[in-house]
């Protein structure tokens, strides 16, 4: 088993940043992937981004290139979400997730991930 432990969310106004971060522990050795997920009520869970594991390849979802990235610190076994210009409309439970499935590349699919972290309330003010 993987526990996985987010935490840096917060309030925070319209462009300002946060930094998320997901520290995973237990059989680490099992994961090839961690990637951040979002979900606001209502509204259906969303890819962000993700790393293989360790840390060489990257994945992002179109809608947040450019103002989001994501970095691991292998050693650390901790996976960073750093989110710059949020708007209210970024306002949502953000979670981290890692699979153990090999072989499926960086997925965004995230029926393809296997363990879950209990997630970080975000909330951008206008």
């Known amino acids: 088993q993987v526990q996985l432990v987010e935490s840096g969310g917060g309030f925070v106004q319209a462009g300002g940043s946060l930094r998320l971060s997901c520290t995973a522990s237990g059989r680490t050795f099992n994961m090839y992937a961690v990637g951040w997920f979002r979900q606001a009520p209502g509204k259906e869970r969303q890819f962000l981004a993700a790393?293989?594991?360790?840390?060489?390849?990257?994945r992002y979802a179109d809608s947040v290139k450019g103002r989001f990235t994501i970095s691991g610190d292998n050693a650390r076994n901790t996976v960073y979400l750093q989110m710059n210009s949020l708007t209210p409309e970024d306002t949502a439970l953000y979670y981290c997730?890692?699979?153990?499935?090999?072989?499926?590349?960086?997925?965004?699919?995230?029926?393809?991930?296997?363990?879950w972290g209990q997630g970080t309330q975000v909330t951008v003010s206008s």
């Open positions: 790393n293989s594991w360790p840390s060489s390849s990257t």
């Open positions: 997730a890692a699979t153990s499935r090999s072989g499926i590349g960086v997925p965004a699919a995230w029926a393809l991930y296997t363990y």
